[in-house]
């Protein structure tokens, strides 16, 4: 079975739907959140996310900050500006299914979080150490994060001075885990990895092989959206370079 990886899709629908057309055929779709958040399509981007195969989606922290769940003011100005917006566009139906979504969702000994298995909704994991920390807080094979927008294999089974280990990943080129692994498939909507493509991951169970993919989009389109919907022009401006 195919199974499509994606996060931090982040209302950008133009890049969603690069990311379905290259990834196509599927069988199911694992979604590790921020459906929403600084682009200018959430309510499109969400309806096109819950008519999925075999759909799992846990909650992210744009997610939860846009159905009230979280404190706005734990965010910087430019992204409390668009969830302002953002909580005026959602319609109720979308709310509802974004409010329902769970932080953790354990699947084929594997664990799904937006952020780390120890802080499922907010914890960014930047780096061997605070991943090896983070290994100790699941309990299956592998645990799918987001929220960095950077793509990322951290694995266990380094050396005595780090123990878990970072391991180079490359574009279209599948991969093996051996070892217990935290895995970050990178960014639909938002890459911030200076690589401006949306980012994805291939998890095929039979062989139990990954692939890291990365698709272009019409970038301009979505600017123009963004600046059509008065969002702040820094979200526009940093999806050009991918920062
Ligand atoms: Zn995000």
Redesign the pocket.
């Known amino acids: 079975m195919q199974t499509l990886i994606l996060s931090?899709v982040?209302a950008n629908l133009t890049a969603l739907i690069s990311v379905l057309e290259d990834a196509a055929p599927f069988d199911r779709v694992w979604c590790l959140g921020?459906i929403v958040?600084y682009g200018p399509d959430p309510n499109e981007c969400v309806e096109q996310i819950k008519s999925l195969p075999g759909l799992i989606c846990v909650k992210?922290n744009?997610d939860a900050a846009s159905v009230g769940g979280l404190d706005v003011h734990t965010f910087n100005m430019d992204a409390q500006e668009s969830l302002a917006w953002l909580t005026k566009e959602l319609t109720f139906e979308n709310s509802q299914w974004i409010e329902a979504l769970d932080d953790v969702v354990i699947v084929d000994d594997i664990t799904l979080v937006h952020g780390s298995p120890r802080s499922p909704v907010w914890e960014y994991i930047m780096d061997s150490g605070c991943a090896h920390e983070n290994m100790k807080a699941f309990d299956t094979s592998i645990c799918l994060v987001?929220?960095t927008?950077l793509p990322a294999v951290y694995e266990l089974g380094g050396n005595s001075a780090s123990p878990t280990r970072i391991s180079k990943i490359t574009v279209d080129e599948e991969f093996a885990v051996n070892h217990k692994s935290i895995i970050n498939p990178g960014?639909v909507g938002?890459p911030r990895d200076l690589d401006a493509r949306a980012s994805y991951m291939i998890y095929n169970d039979v062989l139990e092989s990954w692939c890291y993919h990365r698709v272009d989009y019409d970038i301009q389109a979505v600017q123009e959206r963004i600046m059509a919907a008065n969002l702040p022009y820094r979200h526009a401006a940093r999806l050009k370079a991918g920062w």
């Open positions: 931090d982040h921020d958040g992210g744009h987001g929220h927008h960014s938002q």
